[in-house]
């Protein structure tokens, strides 16, 4: 079955460091996704990764993947008050005609 | 490049009142195309997703449906709407092809009273 799952919330102080993380049962997973959404918006695809991949860096979002544990992780460097938003993770499955299932969103807050 | 539109961006609508929400892609062709339903800002849950013309899969039974009557073009409807039908309702496309990146539009807060 495929079950997505994430912590409902974060805070994390300006400057510091995020990691939001998310863990998933299907193990045919192909891709993962980061969305964000700001408040009243729609989702905004942060990343994604291969499930053949274990780490991807984009300017200061960093991705990890463990297949092993099924735990997928996104780690924002220096935080900043405009990161606040919620973060969905995602995952689409070949044997699934490739559909997305998402899990329930972190919600980021950054103090000042 | 590709863009996503969707209208409108709120809506208030009595209880038992039709229901018609609109989506359109452009710049690309034969996308798939999906209706998701955010409750109180939390997890999306998907309605409705469409691989081409006229073909329609339910994933939740509801008061709700939907129809693709042009390539790019993605309509959610209901003939009566109900109080627990109140909610962020989103568009989103994707290629189709293996990657399925989703593009979501920005989203219509519909309220039910």
């Known amino acids: 079955g495929e079950d997505v799952e994430q912590s409902l919330f974060l805070s994390v102080r300006e400057g510091d460091s995020s990691v939001i993380n998310c863990t998933y049962t299907?193990?045919?997973?192909?891709?993962l996704y980061w969305y964000k959404q700001e408040p009243g918006a729609g989702l905004q695809l942060l990343t994604y990764?291969?499930?053949?991949?274990d780490m991807k860096q984009d300017q200061r979002l960093t991705v990890l993947l463990n297949k092993k544990d099924k735990h997928l992780s996104l780690r924002i460097a220096d935080t900043q008050t405009g990161d606040s938003a919620i973060y969905f993770c995602a995952e689409s499955m070949y044997n699934a005609g490739n559909m997305l299932t998402f899990g329930g969103g972190t919600r980021l807050m950054v103090k000042p | 490049s590709q863009t996503i539109h969707q209208w409108p961006a709120t809506l208030v609508q009595p209880v038992g009142s039709p229901l018609s929400l609109e989506c359109t892609v452009e710049?690309?062709?034969?996308?798939?195309l999906y209706w998701y339903r955010q409750a109180a800002g939390r997890g999306l849950q998907l309605l409705f997703y469409s691989v081409g013309i006229g073909q329609i899969s339910s994933e939740v039974p509801q008061n709700l449906s939907a129809s693709r009557p042009q390539d790019r073009q993605f309509i959610l409807s209901s003939k009566k709407l109900l109080l627990s039908d109140s909610g962020f309702y989103l568009c989103?496309?994707?290629?189709?092809?293996?990657?399925?990146?989703?593009?979501f539009g920005s989203g219509t807060q519909l309220s039910v009273l």
């Open positions: 989103a496309w994707s290629m189709g092809q293996g990657n399925e990146k989703l593009f």
């Open positions: 990764i291969f499930s053949n991949m």
């Open positions: 710049g690309t062709s034969n996308p798939n």
């Open positions: 299907d193990s045919s997973s192909t891709y």
